[in-house]
């Protein structure tokens, strides 16, 4: 099991991130481009970061019909990206369809992660909005478990809920969990947040990690610091 930190890359063009990516010197940090900084700079971005050592989780969220998002996945397999992701409630056909776009003439593909239900999405925008009248969690363990069956590697999740997604789709579904901070560092917007040492101990497989690392005073110091405590 590979665990890592990933950086995520808030940042809103190619200038400001690559300022970013420079303070690092011995270390090639893994890093996430969300859609702000894809659609702002498109393409270039992924391949100039991959150019510099990086590994990239490219958090693009893909939502559309199976025969749109297969050929998209293609074109970002193609990027060579790490790590991709679509939502889960586009389906298992959908799912499927992605994970074929993303396969490779030579059998190789980024992993494909989904997202279940956006953190942003309580339980009355679901029941009231969406018509969705299960508990939120039983919501995200079965979107989850669709996503398992259609042959994804994973879920993005809060820490909170890694233990019960390795219960529901056994210990190699990868849990990718962001609201991390440290001990004595600001929550800022994040409600719901875990330290680095406890989403370990939760079974986090990676952790994405934005502002404690992006905004802290010395970033480096800050990832090594995040990386000391996942990964010991
Ligand atoms: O700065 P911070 O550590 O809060 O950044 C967390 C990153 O993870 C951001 O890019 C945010 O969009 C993303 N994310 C999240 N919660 C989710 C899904 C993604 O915070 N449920």
Redesign the pocket.
Known sequence: MNKDVII?C?FSSAEATYEFLDKFTDEKPFV?I?MELFYAEGPAIVRNIKARGHKIFL?LKLHDIPNTVKKAMAVLSALDADIVNCHAAGTRAMMEAALEGLTRADGTRPLLIA?TQ???TDQAAMENELLIHEPINEVVMKYAKNAKDAGLDGV???PREAADVHNYCGSGFLTIT????FADGDV???KR?MTPADAAKAGSDYI????????AADPVAAYKRCVKEFIG
């Open positions: 995520a808030d996430k969300g958090d997202v956006l953190t942003s993005v999740c809060s962001p609201g991390i901070r800022g917007d994040q947040v994405v990690v934005g502002r404690p690392i992006t905004a």
